[in-house]
């Protein structure tokens, strides 16, 4: 990934909010962080995923979010989840610089949605809590063709539920936009759709 494709990210948030960017990192990446998603989910290692503060997920929680998901830490990033990690240390100071954002760390983790999984619609900041300002979610699916479904969708209008754009999961496509700002749902797949989602976050603000 070259710094102009960061500079067209960057605009493109600063003017509209969202970014949608086709092949942010090289295939050989996106299928070795694949693989891995693949062989954590193989082994049992991943947990269901919860929404809100809660760590538990519920009978009702799973109608809501039915992902499995598997948080990266630094110090046990395998080579591929470093190199993400760097190009997302990259983009980060690139937002920093362009727009005083004043990112000050990612929190990231894997994602396999089964086939049926969806996530309802929400926003990513938790209420009261402020600190995550800026959603990355990077596709890892290899072959997405758009029967397969599991399009992000998008609502460009506050809770209003129209107008919005789906976005398809396609392996190497990075969408990212103001996590404060947009609502947004993934819909149901026909095949396992896997995913690395971070959020660049500001520190505390909650008291
Ligand atoms: O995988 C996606 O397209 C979105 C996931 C999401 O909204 C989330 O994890 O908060
Ligand atoms: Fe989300």
């Known amino acids: 990934m070259n710094s102009r494709s960061n500079d067209l990210l960057v605009d493109a948030i600063a003017n509209d ?18 693989d ?20 538990r997920r519920s009978a009702d929680n799973i109608g809501l979010r039915g992902d499995f998901i598997h948080w990266l830490e630094d110090d046990l990033a ?7 990690l760097a190009a997302m240390r990259q983009l980060q100071q ?4 362009a727009l005083f954002m004043g990112l ?26 402020a600190e995550r300002q800026v959603s990355c979610i990077l596709y890892l699916n290899e072959d997405w063709q758009p029967e397969d479904g599991g399009t992000l969708r998008i609502y460009l209008n506050g809770n209003a539920s129209e ?26 797949s026909r095949r396992e759709r896997i995913s690395l989602t971070g959020w660049f976050r500001t520190r505390s603000t909650s008291v």
């Open 17 to 34: 909010g969202y970014a949608i960017t086709p092949d942010f990192l090289p295939p050989a990446l996106i299928k070795a962080l694949a």
């Open 36 to 55: 891995e998603a693949k062989a954590l989910h193989a082994q049992g290692a991943l947990q269901a995923a919860t929404t809100g503060l809660s760590s």
């Open 78 to 84: 395998s080579p591929a989840q470093q190199d993400y």
């Open 94 to 97: 690139d937002f920093n610089q």
């Open 104 to 129: 000050f760390e990612l929190e990231t983790h894997l994602a396999v949605y089964p086939p049926g999984a969806v996530y309802r619609k929400h926003l990513d900041q938790f209420q009261g809590r």
């Open 163 to 188: 107008p919005y754009m789906d976005i398809s999961p396609t392996g190497g496509t990075l969408v990212t936009f103001l996590s404060g700002r947009f609502m947004h749902e993934v819909m149901p």
